[in-house]
Every structure is written in structure tokens, then in C-alpha cells.
RNA sequence: GCGAUCGUAGCUCAGCUGGUUAGAGCAUCGGUUUGUGGUACCGAGGGUCGCGGGUUCAAGUCCCGUCGAUCGCCCCA
């Protein structure tokens, strides 16, 4: 173990093919963002802790815990945002942009939640995030949800995950059915298990997709929302999944989806997996429309998702990594400059092409080999052997169909032929 | 906050029931050999066996603590 300063707890170095992934899957959503409308916008890391604590509810163990929050020189508290909502919230009512209403912005970045790392799951993770707020029209709902589900079929990962639905109703259906639910659960106290006892007091929804085994027979026959449904919020469900079913994106009711905080309405989704352990959803989000309220300003609707980039990597086939097509080597140390300016001119012409730093030609081939090169091009004096003279080029080729060596070579040759003359490979 | 498992060279790991100077592969560096050339050969550097106690004639190996990692629980914005 070598000491010096180590990698902070939850803290991640993404490097190398891992990393190729991960752009990969921001620039998919980049790409995605844009065919569907929404603006891109750019937000701090850290904002006043009060618009989280705000947004989140005070007392939750989530303020008190789980958040990376200081007191900077100045005296203020601040927070490292845990999410993006709550700061994009914060800025429609603070940057005026309620006259933009409905307002679509998508943005992407690391967040900090202060957590036992596990799989999946770190203290700074990167996440995707689009929001349409300022529209209680459930066809802002399906336009997030055939977003979110673009995005997977574009990372092409939508086998082996699905769209979990639910509704959480509106205010009047949410009240109904919980008291239901805690009058319920109450009847089945002694078959539960402690930490849903717990639950039980303080947020009895949870109970429902509780994962120990011994709360499942109460959850499983616990009421489900759509009796307390009013025929508003049943209207409004029913707008979702029929916009869903005309746009073919595949969905399934989860009546056991919940969501923790209290400004939730309606739409309450999740993409889930099973392939990233016990951290099963790749975006999660919903409708919450009482949100902006929480943060002082107007009654204002709002619906919107989050993805963990990483996990969305985690998901994706490796990609090809680009492999130099040319590895420039000079046939002797005093060709050092010739190579070089060759390897500049392939560079410009737009081909990828490397070179060693240092070494012999045998150990530059090598490391050639190495790096997965198409082929290697030795700049070398002219000079003649049994087959006759030579020019300054030589093209060794290391895979490939004959076809694609012929098209590699005639490339390689344009930029070149003028000052190094031809190539004679073989 | 809780639990399980793990912690030996830069990386991946061997080290049997505790027994002499702690090993391999890869990587790094040096050299040999070879026809413009792949995986060949020789050699070198690099480890207070996470850290601290304890048991023992003797601990990388057993016990306790501590720190860290992984996975899970809680929580999940």
C-alpha cells in the first residue's frame, strides 16, 4: 500500500474504457435532449442548504444525514446539491424563468450525497436530469417518460429493463389512501417487521415495498391506490399510460412503487434492472408538484426524471477503443524529426495516428502490437535491397482484410506522398 | 448508523493445519537473440505481509482493536 493521500471514501477515478462509456452515455442524452426540445442549462454544485432542506423536509433523516453540508467563510450553509431539482426549482423562481413556462431543461453533472458506498452507489455520482416545470399536463409526463426511453434504446440497453409505473394520485386521493394504508398495517402490527414498525409511524408507505420477507404477505394484501382514486387523478393516469401505448413505450404498473417525500402527485416511475445488484433503478422520477410551493413560490406543477450516468454505463457493451490506425516509427534515432513531422501531417489529415516517446524501433513495434495499431509506418533513408531501391516509407500492416489494408494505405499515402514519397509495403 | 467478507510487490493473486533470508504472472528498467521486427531468452529494481496491541520458543498465517475496501441492510432526494 503506498501512503500519501488516498481517494476519498465514495470517490471515483473513471478511467480508460469506463470512462469512454460514460461519454458515451452523456452524449447519447445530449444528442436526445435535443430532439425532444428541452434546453440545456448549466447549475452550481453547491446552493444555500436551505433549498434542499426546504425542498426535502426539514426533519428528514436525509437533511440531517445525508447531505454534504458546510458552513463557508462567510458564515453562509451550504449544501453540495444532492440532486438537481431543487436547484433548478430555486432558479425558476429566482431567475425569472416562470415567464418560460412550461419550461423543458435537461443538464447533467456530478451530485454529493453523504452515503455507505455499495454497488452502484457513491458519494460523487454523476447523473442525467431533465425536467419540464410549469406544465400539469400529463403529456408532460409521456414526452419524459418516450424521452427516458429513447435514451435506453439509443444506449441500446432496453433489454433487461423496464418501465415501472405508478400513480401516487392527487392531494385528496394520496391523503385517502394513505390513512388506508396505516389502518391496515395497523391490523397486521405483529407480523411486521421492526424497522417497518418504524415505518409505520413516520412513512407508512414505504411498508409497501419493503424488501424483508416477513412484510411482504401485508404488503402484498395491502389496499392499492386505485379505489381511493379520484376520478381526476384516475383521468390523469389514464391520459399517461394511453400516451405511453400510442408512443410503443413498453410499461408496467407497480403498485407497490411509492416515493418517499410528501410533494409527490401522480406520475411516480422507475427503469429498473436487475443486472446492478441491489441498486435496481437506472432512472427514477415523477410528478411534484409541490415542490416549488415548498420553496416559497407559486403553486407550480412539475414533472421530471433522473439517471445515474454510471449506472447507465455499467449497462452499455464496452466500446470499441479507438485504437491508433498508425504508429509512427523512426527506423533510426536521427529520423526522430521526420517521424515526427510525419506523424503531425496523418494527425491533420485527420487519421488517428501515435507515436513512442522514446525507444528502438524493435520496442516501439512492440508497443505497437500493443496498443491494437491497424499498422505501423516506418520512416527509414532511402535505400535498395534484393528487391530492389526504397523510398522513406514502409507500411507493415497488423490486421486487417486486404481491402481494408489497401484503404488504410491509400489514406496514409495522400497526406504524405508529397514530402516522403511512396510507400512500399508488402 | 448496522451486518458479512476481505486487506501480501505498481496491478492480479499464491503462500497447506503458525516453523528458517515472503513467491508467481503482468507491468517497469537493463541486457541477449531475431531477416522490417508478434508473443523468445537472461537479469534487475520494487514488499516494515493496512496499522496497533496480544498469544507463542516462533505469526503473513491465531486472538482483540483500529483504519480501509467490497457487497448487503437502513435511507433513497
Redesign the pocket.
Known amino acids: ?2 501512503k500519501g493521500p ?5 470517490t471515483q477515478d473513471i478511467w480508460g474504457e469506463a470512462a469512454d462509456r460514460f461519454q458515451a452515455v452523456v452524449t447519447a442524452f445530449e444528442r436526445v435532449r435535443r430532439l425532444y426540445g428541452f434546453r440545456r442549462v448549466e447549475m452550481p454544485v453547491f446552493e444555500a442548504t436551505e433549498v ?1 432542506a426546504r425542498s ?1 423536509g426539514e426533519t ?3 437533511v440531517s444525514k ?2 454534504y453540508s458546510f458552513e463557508d467563510r462567510g458564515g453562509d450553509r451550504l449544501t453540495l446539491r ?2 438537481f ?2 436547484g433548478l426549482c430555486r432558479a425558476y423562481l429566482s431567475e425569472g424563468w416562470q415567464q418560460l413556462a412550461p419550461l423543458k431543461v435537461a443538464t447533467h453533472g456530478p451530485v454529493f ?9 457513491y458519494r460523487q455520482f454523476h447523473q442525467l436530469d431533465a425536467e419540464i416545470i410549469g406544465s400539469e399536463e400529463p403529456m408532460a409526463d409521456v414526452e419524459l417518460l418516450v424521452l427516458a426511453h429513447q435514451l435506453l434504446d439509443e444506449l441500446g440497453i432496453t433489454e433487461g429493463v423496464t418501465l415501472q409505473l405508478n400513480t401516487l394520485g392527487d392531494a385528496a386521493t394520496r391523503e385517502a389512501w394513505r390513512a388506508a394504508l396505516v389502518t391496515h398495517f395497523e391490523g397486521h402490527r405483529r407480523e411486521l417487521s421492526d ?1 417497518s414498525l ?2 409505520l409511524a413516520k ?1 407508512p408507505m ?1 411498508i409497501l415495498d ?3 420477507p416477513r412484510d411482504r404477505p401485508a404488503a402484498d394484501s395491502a389496499p392499492d391506490i386505485d379505489s381511493f382514486l379520484t376520478p381526476d387523478a384516475r383521468a390523469f393516469f389514464d391520459k399517461v399510460t394511453a400516451g405511453l401505448d400510442a408512443a410503443g413505450v413498453p410499461w408496467q404498473r407497480n403498485s407497490r412503487l411509492v ?3 410528501d410533494y409527490y402527485r401522480h406520475t411516480a416511475f422507475e427503469f429498473v434492472t436487475d443486472r446492478l ?3 435496481g433503478a437506472v432512472i ?1 422520477g415523477g410528478r411534484y408538484d409541490g415542490l416549488v410551493e415548498a420553496l416559497g413560490g407559486p403553486p407550480t406543477p412539475a414533472v421530471g426524471w433522473a439517471a445515474g450516468i454510471e449506472r447507465l454505463a455499467m449497462l452499455t457493451d464496452p466500446t470499441n477503443a479507438q485504437a491508433p490506425e498508425i504508429v509512427v ?1 523512426p ?1 533510426q534515432p536521427d529520423l526522430e524529426p521526420d517521424a515526427s513531422r510525419a506523424l503531425s501531417m496523418l494527425r491533420k489529415a485527420g487519421i488517428r495516428a501515435d507515436m513512442a516517446f522514446k525507444g528502438n ?2 520496442r516501439r ?2 508497443l505497437a ?2 496498443a491494437d495499431a491497424d499498422a ?1 509506418l ?1 520512416i ?1 533513408h532511402e ?1 535498395e535491397d534484393a528487391y530492389g531501391p526504397y523510398g522513406r516509407l ?1 507500411l ?1 500492416h497488423l490486421r486487417g482484410s486486404d481491402e481494408a489494408r489497401h484503404e488504410l494505405s491509400t489514406r496514409v499515402l495522400l497526406p504524405l506522398h508529397r514530402e516522403f514519397g511512396g510507400i512500399r509495403g ?1
Not at 6 to 10: E, L, P
Request: hydrophobic share 30%.
Open positions: 500500500m503506498s488516498q481517494r476519498i471514501r465514495g434542499f426535502i428528514t433523516d436525509i445525508e447531505m444532492p440532486e431539482t431543487a450525497r453523504y452515503e455507505r458506498p455499495q454497488k452502484g452507489r424497522e418504524v415505518r412513512n414505504r419493503s424488501k424483508d416515493r418517499g417525500l445488484g441491489a441498486q427514477a516509427v527506423d524501433a524493435k513495434v512492440e502490437r500493443k505501423v516506418f527509414r535505400g514502409h507493415m508488402r
